[in-house]
């Protein structure tokens, strides 16, 4: 059972967005302080991506873990309510992340996903950080973090 009213639910679930979260800022101002430029929701790429580092033929989605069904996140855990609503919505969300990352690999694209749980306290982002950059100056193929 939900213990929000369904109004105070409402306020909640609008305050959530889609670009510039805090997770997805975190790693733009630690790429840009490192020197790396990048562009930022480039619609004219499939899915349109959080970071495009066109340098190094790069792009980079933050990805919520509720939202993108990080599997055996405790983040990720499904509502108790609307339970077959919520597990149609991330599963298309899943299928439609799979696609667009084979779409981008076909580009000639590589891909990196960042889930919001490896960036959540300011140890893990140092570390994830740290990976990030291998994987942009190493020219790595695909990979999550």
């Known amino acids: 059972m939900d213990n929000k009213t369904k109004a105070e639910r409402s306020l909640n679930m609008s305050r959530i967005h889609a670009k510039d979260t805090k997770p997805e800022l975190t790693i733009r101002r630690l790429l840009f302080a490192d020197g790396f430029r990048y562009r930022i929701h480039v619609k004219t790429l499939p899915g349109t991506p959080d970071l495009v580092l066109p340098k190094y ?3 980079i989605f933050v990805h919520g873990c509720f939202w993108h069904g ?18 149609d919505k991330i599963s298309k969300n899943k299928e439609r992340d799979q696609r667009v990352r084979q779409e981008l690999v076909s580009g000639g694209w590589r891909v990196l996903t960042i889930w919001t749980c490896s960036i959540n306290n ?15 100056l190493n020219k790595a193929e695909q990979s999550v973090l």
């Open 57 to 59: 033929r790069a792009v």
């Open 70 to 87: 990080h599997d055996g996140c405790k983040y990720a855990k499904l509502p108790t309510t609307h339970v077959e609503f919520w597990r």
């Open 122 to 136: 300011q140890a893990k982002v140092k570390e994830t950080y740290t990976q990030v950059k291998d994987w942009i």
